[in-house]
């Protein structure tokens, strides 16, 4: 028996010595399937790469992967590629997919459209498998498991272990999981389906947060005929802003215009009105800044920095993370129906309902911004709308 088990251990460490580097991806989100793209094209010899994912989604991760029909990018199709080298990959492959190739007008039109998230994630799988097909000395393989935790190995290396099956093991492991959240503290999360029964029962629902997830849910939930009287309840009651029209792309910023954070407001209020004023959209000057705003945020004061954080995020992110316009005009709509109301407000407490019982009834204790009592919002269902996934349970 011992002498078999070192045989294998031989022929195990043969085979190793003599393997193509392995490379683990963990997570084939967007970001997983771009980290593939690359280490195959960039490889310059045998390369085993194995991407270790939970879903089915294949390079659609959370973002595009559970999209539903009708989901818009809120991204212009120029703006997105998988391939590092060549920007506006994605607008070029939709015009080769209609057949507009050729067509100068028609290819403008399609980069400057904002594109069902579920085609780009066609894109994305597409870009996978012809960089996995264009090189034969490259292996590309795919394991639908949970990674449940990372190790180095005793012979170097990473150790993966799965939630079934044998440990895989890699010369080197890249983690593109996403942004991972602990449970929330209550309601349902916000990107699960939602049984149609329930759906049909709810008389009142509460969702917590208002902006980009709280228009995918708010749509989804009227498109799957919820007729619950809906609260969506934030801070400051702002909903993002819309795209413009036509693409707003002045020339970037050479150097921001000041370090010091009411400096930097009334310098881009004073460029929105100005832009305004001269019949240019004022996203464009928002779009100026966006390049910079790491540079600003290190060059920030910790008290300006709190200051942000504090009073103008909200304003931030309503124009900086914006809805297309067909998507807007929905919202809009959605807002102005009797049955959709938005409020300004804080929850203080929420609903009683433990964790486990995430999505169930409850009532959530909220203060209004303008209201000076505490008053309590009852709803059939709560939830919190991020952009960040709910792990499985
Ligand atoms: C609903 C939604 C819409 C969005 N729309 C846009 C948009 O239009 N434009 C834009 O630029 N950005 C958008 N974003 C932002 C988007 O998250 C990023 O652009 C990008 O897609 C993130 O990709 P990712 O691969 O890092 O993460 P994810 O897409 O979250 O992928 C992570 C992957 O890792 C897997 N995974 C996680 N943990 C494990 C584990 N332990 N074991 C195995 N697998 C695991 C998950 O199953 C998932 O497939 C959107 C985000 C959301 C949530």
């Known amino acids: 028996m011992a ?6 251990a031989r022929v195990r460490s043969l085979v190793a010595r003599h393997a193509p580097p392995r490379v683990a991806i963990l997570g084939c989100g967007f970001t997983g399937a771009a980290a593939a793209v690359a280490l195959a094209e960039a ?41 590092a080298g060549r920007p506006g990959d994605f607008a070029d492959w939709m015009a080769r997919l209609t057949g507009d190739g050729g067509d100068a007008e028609a290819q403008a039109a399609i980069a400057d459209s904002f594109a069902p998230r579920a085609l780009f994630a066609n894109y994305v799988r ?35 272990a799965l939630d079934l099956g044998p440990a895989l093991h890699a010369d080197a492991a890249i983690l593109a999981t996403g942004y991972d959240d602990p449970r929330p503290r209550f309601g349902r999360c916000p990107h699960a389906p939602i049984p149609a029964q329930e759906l049909a029962r709810a008389r009142r629902v509460a969702l ?18 919820c007729e619950a ?11 993002p802003r819309p795209h413009a029209e036509m693409a707003a792309r002045p020339p970037a910023l050479q150097t921001p ?62 124009h900086r993370h914006r809805l297309p316009p067909v998507q807007h005009a929905r919202l809009a709509a959605e807002l102005a129906r009797p049955r ?3 409020r300004a407000g804080r929850v203080l407490e929420p609903p009683a309902t433990p964790p486990a019982a995430c ?17 309590r919002s009852t709803a059939r269902a709560t939830a919190p709308t991020s952009r960040r996934p709910c792990p499985r349970r």
Request: hydrophobic share 40%.
């Open 229 to 239: 009287e809906i609260t969506v309840i934030s801070r400051r009651a702002l909903v």
């Open 3 to 8: 002498d078999r088990r070192d045989h294998l």
């Open 208 to 225: 917590v947060g208002s902006g980009l997830t709280m228009a995918d849910v708010l749509l989804r939930l009227r498109a799957e005929g």
């Open 126 to 160: 597409r870009r996978l498998d012809e960089a996995a097909a264009a090189r034969p000395e490259v292996s590309l393989e795919t394991v639908e498991r949970e990674a449940r935790d990372i190790s180095p190995a005793p012979g170097g290396g990473f150790a993966v």
């Open 257 to 318: 215009a000041g370090v010091r954070l009411a400096e930097l407001v009334r310098d881009l209020r004073a460029a929105c009105a100005r832009a305004e004023a001269e019949g240019r959209p004022w996203q464009g000057e928002v779009n100026r800044l966006r390049p910079h705003a790491q540079a600003i945020w290190q060059a920030l004061s910790a008290a300006d920095r709190a200051r942000f954080l504090r009073h103008l995020r909200p304003f931030w992110d309503a």
């Open 43 to 83: 490889a310059r010899g045998p390369l085993a790469i194995t991407i270790v994912d939970r879903d089915r989604s294949r390079g659609g991760g959370l973002a595009y992967g559970r999209a539903r029909a009708g989901e818009l990018l809120n991204v212009r199709a120029r703006d997105l590629s998988i391939l």
């Open 359 to 375: 999505g169930s009834p409850g009532a959530a204790r909220g203060r209004p911004r303008r209201w000076r009592s505490t008053s």
């Open 340 to 342: 959709t109301r938005l």
